[in-house]
T-cell receptor, first 120, second 113 residues
Framework: DSGVTQTPKHLITATGQRVTLRCSPR?????VYWYQQSLDQGLQFLIHYYNGEERAKGNILERFSAQQFPDLHSELNLSSLELGDSALYFC???????????????????FGAGSRLTVL | AQTVTQSQPEMSVQEAETVTLSCTYDTSENNYYLFWYKQPPSRQMILVIRQEAYKQQNATENRFSVNFQKAAKSFSLKISDSQLGDTAMYFC??????????FGAGTILRVKS
């Protein structure tokens, strides 16, 4: 158990629907990252939140959105789902940012087990 | 943009032997981190080893070690005494400013008995 909890583990839905994936970071971790792993695109960075604020965006579609709540858990919302959105969605968390992290090397991403989304 | 290239889509190794997985990257930054992550059939992403670019000494973690060549922008992973449990997809990753990880396409490693 990595300490990063993702729910649901598996989700099957239909095209056009909307789903929400949830992530609870490791205790004490302030940063949450979302990644998408599909067969043809590999691991793609979607978005990064730090202590409730969006810090970086990757190749995240406009149909997708995310947020991090005051208790530091995060949700990834996927709407108007298409067949191509079928993928494994990972959440990862880390604690430090900035100079302290670079020196200590503590800023390692710890991944959850992923949420497998199948769009039919 | 930083890129990470893993040129070996698949590799096989006999149990107890040594195998090396290749990784090259492209960056204009001077300070950065490199990682190898393992993804077994369970799909969990597991950190194997990390290397700080400002350290010249190659990182080692038990049977896992890296050959970090900063000038060549190369970061290979050596697995010694391969075990069946090492069978997995291995991803090389580069950490950009702001801690976003950029991953390579992965190498599937099969350890044969």
């Amino acid at each position: 158990d990595s300490g990063v909890t993702q729910t649901p583990k598996h989700l099957i839905t239909a095209t056009g629907q909307r789903v929400t994936l949830r992530c609870s970071p490791r205790s004490g971790d302030l940063s949450v990252y979302w990644y998408q792993q599909s067969l043809d695109q590999g691991l793609q960075f979607l978005i990064h939140y730090y202590n409730g604020e969006e810090r970086a965006k990757g190749n995240i579609l406009e149909r997708f959105s995310a947020q991090q709540f005051p208790d530091l858990h995060s949700e990834l919302n996927l709407s108007s789902l298409e067949l191509g959105d079928s993928a494994l969605y990972f959440c990862a968390s880390s604690h430090y940012r900035g100079r302290e992290a670079r020196i200590s090397g503590a800023n390692v991403l710890t991944f959850g087990a992923g949420s497998r989304l199948t769009v039919l | 943009a930083q890129t990470v290239t893993q040129s070996q889509p698949e590799m096989s190794v006999q149990e107890a032997e040594t195998v090396t997985l290749s990784c090259t990257y492209d960056t204009s930054e001077n300070n950065y981190y490199l990682f190898w992550y393992k993804q077994p059939p369970s799909r969990q992403m597991i950190l194997v080893i990390r290397q700080e670019a400002y350290k010249q000494q190659n990182a080692t973690e038990n049977r896992f070690s890296v050959n970090f060549q900063k000038a060549a922008k190369s970061f290979s992973l050596k697995i010694s005494d391969s075990q069946l449990g090492d069978t997995a997809m291995y991803f090389c990753a580069f950490r950009e400013r702001g801690n976003k990880l950029v991953f390579g396409a992965g190498t599937i490693l099969r350890v044969k008995s």
